[in-house]
């Protein structure tokens, strides 16, 4: 059997890229039958059928793995989210952030349509999470600002673009990959949303290291860990956590919280605390509707 990676997956057929040369494949039926996905990403080993199709035989193991978007071997995932239309969502932010952690998949902040907010909006949120130690930038790809940033923290990499529809993820890899000529879409004046313009993974290859994946907008994510161990996902509060009276504080109404001092003092930022009781208390409701 020959070696491909899988670039798509539309409909119960994954394209295979093996060299120059891209096959439409199915996967063999024994997969449905193990409950074994193949995801864009995937190293396969494929039997190539006549010149342009194949059956893929089995998936090789991934280094890492995220369920939205849903792909396999990435290395560092692009979260991009607009400063407006739509507004931007430090919530969902922050909580993709712990979501990139989770997975293993190191992650870069890219604030987008940077044109459309006063300057100091812009540095304000770039401040912040670079602050936390977060590779940040704000961009307005539409005008190619910003892209070149982008495009070195891509390079050698394997990169997928998270964040909410309509942010500019594929105006972005069109900025990134002159001929791409990927489908944008207008964000809904009305509901200031996005209106879910692409509707699959793609990975597009910018040079022989280096491959990006374009991908659906998202507004639910799911975070698989327990609620005691969030904390540790703030790496803004590492370091005033030392301060806590109580070992196993959680940060929330416990006497003598660092955390909480540090907020107060504007040491923390209220946006990253506000994240944090949030998810605390979706993955908190999560466990107690589990166990009953
Ligand atoms: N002003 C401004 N508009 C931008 C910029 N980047 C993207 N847009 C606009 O934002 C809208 C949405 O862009 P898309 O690239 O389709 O967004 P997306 O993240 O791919 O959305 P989905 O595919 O639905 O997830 C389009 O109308 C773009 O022209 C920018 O830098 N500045
Ligand atoms: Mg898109
Ligand atoms: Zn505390």
Known sequence: MAEGRVIRAISGFFDVQDGEKVRRCRARGVFKKRGTTVLVGDKVLYEPIGNNEGVIGEVLPRTTELVRPPIANVDHVVVACSFVTPDLNLYMLDKTLVAAALAGVEPTVVLTKSDLVV??????????YRGIGYETYAIAAKFGSGVAQIRARLKGRISVFAGPSGAGKSTLANALLPGLHLQTGEVSEKIGRGKQTTRHVELFQMDAES???DAPGFSQLQLELASRDLREYFLDFTEPAQACGYRGCLHLDEEGCG?????????IALSRYASYRQLYHEIREQELNEYS
């Open 211 to 213: 491959w990006v994946a």
């Open 259 to 267: 955390v909480k001092d540090a907020v107060e003092r504007s040491q």
């Open 119 to 128: 300057s100091e909006r812009a540095e304000e949120i770039v401040k912040l």
